[in-house]
């Protein structure tokens, strides 16, 4: 990066800020007042300050919200208001799921089944802050923690919980409480989320798509649940080297010219910044030197026409089953172009 390209700011999960949240509710319930700002501890031992937004309070109860500040990471949930409530009961602590917070509805998942979607780190760390609060005051830890989401169920719609099986709203993430912009980590993880909840149900055949027209197009071969989609982007690394790990019998990828060129060039990144197509490759598999001229892969294919489109299938087939080697996972590549027509496919042996 240039020296004079100013850095990239992260910002903190929603695992986080829900534990700034239930630390300054807690707070509220033990001392009969409520902070203006809260400092928790993560997971790596960073402790950041939060303002602490419309604090209420009563009888044995309070609750606090937190705006989520995300970084500059594009994250669906910058900006969120998270806010917890904490009440004296129980047995230690317990955690409900408020508005706009996900309830799991299907297996495979950390979370059991019919639970709010508050994730296991962010958990323990709600837990160890009511800990702290109860320590500093005096008081048994037996609290009863419930999350909501300002409009959690509409940002759900535009991440994997639907498919994942998690309706309702959001998940309340996080396994270091920092999000670091563009580090793709959270769309890696549902990936493997996604296959986590394919295989705790039984689904025998996954597919793996660059974009929504490579996936529409496998949808009218196959009558496959919605959980079998997994929206593997440009991570086909990730989605494959979590399958060696982790298998299914059947695995199609499926992509348009581009990205399928790059894989089968052995890329496992699929992004334009990481991978670029060899031009130099497609002209030799064509035995068409004036390939190497073209500006896209797409025209690359127009001048090398059905043998071209189908030699690059077949090498990246071989790219995914090399990445799945000492596995039995049967494997079909398909490569469509922008308006989803087929243009080659190699199918299961």
């Known amino acids: ?69 995300a970084g500059d990471d594009p994250d669906v949930t910058h900006g969120a208001l998270i806010t917890v409530r904490t009440e004296r009961g129980g047995q230690g602590v ?55 989401v300002e409009n959690g169920a509409v940002l759900a ?11 309702g709203g959001i998940s309340i993430l996080g396994t270091t409480g920092i999000v670091r912009p563009f580090s793709c980590s959270a769309w890696i993880a549902s990936i493997h989320r996604g296959i986590d909840v394919s295989r705790a149900n039984g689904v025998p055949h996954v597919v793996g798509a660059t974009g929504a027209t490579s996936e529409a197009f496998v949808q009218t071969l196959y009558d496959l649940p919605e959980i079998a989609y997994l929206d593997m982007g440009d991570f086909v690394g ?29 890329a496992l ?11 130099e490759m497609l002209a030799a598999l064509a035995v068409r030197p004036e390939i190497v001229g073209a500006n896209t892969a797409l025209e690359a294919f127009g001048i090398g026409g059905a043998p071209l489109a189908h030699a690059v299938c077949e090498r990246a087939r071989e790219t995914v089953r090399e990445t799945l080697r000492g596995t039995d996972i049967a494997v079909e590549t398909i490569i469509v172009d922008r308006a989803g027509a087929l243009l080659a496919r190699c199918p299961f042996e």
């Open 94 to 148: 317990s955690f409900h799921g408020g508005e706009g917070v996900g309830t799991v509805t299907k297996p495979g998942l950390p979370i059991p089944v019919g639970d709010p979607a508050i994730n296991p780190v962010p958990r323990r760390m709600i837990d160890e802050a009511i800990a702290e609060v109860s320590a500093e005051h005096g008081v048994t830890p037996n609290a009863r923690v419930t999350v909501s």
């Open 269 to 279: 990144d699929l992004h334009s910044k990481r991978s670029q197509v060899d031009l």
């Open 157 to 167: 719609l535009k991440t994997w919980n639907p498919r994942l099986g998690i309706i």
């Open 1 to 69: 990066m240039d020296e004079n390209t100013p850095k990239l700011r992260f910002g903190w999960t929603t695992g986080a800020c829900a534990t700034a949240a239930a630390k300054a509710a807690w707070t509220g319930v033990c001392s009969g007042r409520m902070p203006d700002e809260i400092t928790i501890t993560l997971p790596k031992g960073q402790t950041p300050t939060f303002a602490v937004l419309n604090p209420q309070s009563g009888d044995g109860w309070a609750e606090a919200t937190i705006e989520k500040d």
């Open 238 to 266: 990730g989605l494959l080297k979590y399958l060696r790990r982790n298998p299914v019998p059947r695995i199609t990828i499926a992509g348009g010219p581009g990205k399928m060129t790059k894989l089968a060039q052995g």
